[in-house]
């Protein structure tokens, strides 16, 4: 019922910003907490940003200061602002429902982040 599609990824420098997007086929944001999370090839898909339905965001220690959350609930759509990339950073980055049911996972977009 609930698609995603995500954009924005791209080739980067280290030190380089992207802003990612995420655009919903239903009005969500207002009701769920959504995160960003990233997926590599042979490792497990991490969460790296997460937005409640209130506004309240949390980041785990690889990304805090560096990646900012938000969302437009008008538009049905959640960004990902990130900063001072790393080329550990490099991932497929996906939108998604944070809890225990979550929805399909969308095509992701990928961020390359190499010197």
């Known amino acids: 019922q609930v698609q995603f599609v995500e954009s924005g990824g791209g080739l980067v420098q280290p030190g380089g910003s992207l802003r990612l997007s995420c655009a919903a086929s239903?009005?969500?944001?207002?009701?769920?907490?959504m995160g960003w999370y990233r997926q590599t090839p042979g490792k497990q898909r991490e969460l790296v940003a997460t937005?409640?339905?209130?506004?309240?965001?949390i980041y785990p220690d690889a990304v805090k200061g560096r990646f900012t959350i938000s969302r437009d609930n008008a538009k049905n759509t959640l960004y990902l602002q990130m900063n001072s990339l790393k080329p550990e950073d490099t991932a497929v980055y996906y939108c998604?429902?944070?809890?225990?049911?979550?929805?399909?996972w969308g095509q992701g977009t990928q961020v390359t982040v190499s010197s």
């Open positions: 239903g009005n969500i944001f207002s009701i769920y907490a």
């Open positions: 937005i409640t339905n209130g506004g309240s965001t």
């Open positions: 998604n429902k944070n809890g225990l049911l979550q929805f399909a």
